[in-house]
């Protein structure tokens, strides 16, 4: 099992929203010289921190300036998305960046999103179901309907010219096993081993096509790993999920840096615990043919920091975790 590496999840964040939007495509950048195999952004919406409300956008501006790196969605939170404009936007990524697009979706959890588009949350698993069919036959370019959203004898055009990717997020049974039955790949946010575990036992034994991803929090306390702005930086977004969670008024910039940020870190240390603690949560993962690992090394930190970050784990890291695959 040759593992693929990914890098995210980019989220917009920081204090001057031109400053960190202007720095993305040097970003992706980094990471595609660096080895990585995929580039991950996320979605959320109304908070005013500027986190990315809209990741396909972003996805289409870095198809031209990178050649290799797939371009990930983790997640679009699907429902709150028109699905015909998704299908249309999704097939114009996957042309701008030749067949790069991994689309993964998901249901979210903030209450304020779904009144802001005025979506009710209680029918938010079944549109998730009916949008995956609905995708997979707007890529062939011929028209189709889906009832159960409201689609009527429509069409996408330009059709991608393949089928792009879909993965499903979340940890829920219910998201488990959706995943499982509909999907091309099941993307997990956190790397316990309880919850991978818990994944792999729903969705059963390994099958060709299907890839298990999982999203690992990584600290690397080594030259070039910048962990203490790490630390800090990703203590302000877990305080911004939780409040969000709590349904909470959030404004991450204001909220305290607790001193149980590696309670949010799977595997942290010198390199040789970093490869150590990732080739731990692939051994959870033996006998899945497709496996995915989207290490989560961005913040919203200054880019330089970040960039030596991304060579970093390109040297020290992802070399030997290849090796002992």
Known sequence: MTPKVGVGLWSGQGADARQSYGEVAELAVAAERAGFDTFWVTEHHGLPDGYLPSPLTV??????????????????????????????????????SGGRLVLGLGLGYAAHEYRAFGVDPATRGARLEALVGALRQAWTGEPFSCPVLGLQDVRVTPAPGRRIPIWLGGYAAAAV??????????????????????????LGSPRPGFTR????????DAPGGGADSARAA???????YEAIQAGRAVYSRSVAVGADVDAYVQVSGDAGAVVAGLRGVLAALRGWPDVHLVLRLLFPEPLEVQRERLATFGREILPRLREGA
């Open 234 to 240: 990703f203590a302000i977004q877990q305080r911004a």
């Open 177 to 202: 096993d959706r995943a499982g039955r509909i999907a091309d790949g099941h993307l997990v946010g956190r790397g316990e081993p309880a919850i991978v575990d818990a994944a792999s036992a729903q």
């Open 213 to 220: 991803a999982v999203t690992v929090a990584c600290v690397l």
């Open 59 to 96: 996805l289409a501006a870095l198809a031209p300036v990178t050649s290799r790196i797939t371009l990930g969605t983790g997640v679009v939170l699907a429902p709150l998305h028109h699905p015909l404009r998704l299908a249309e936007d999704a097939a114009v990524v996957d042309l701008l």
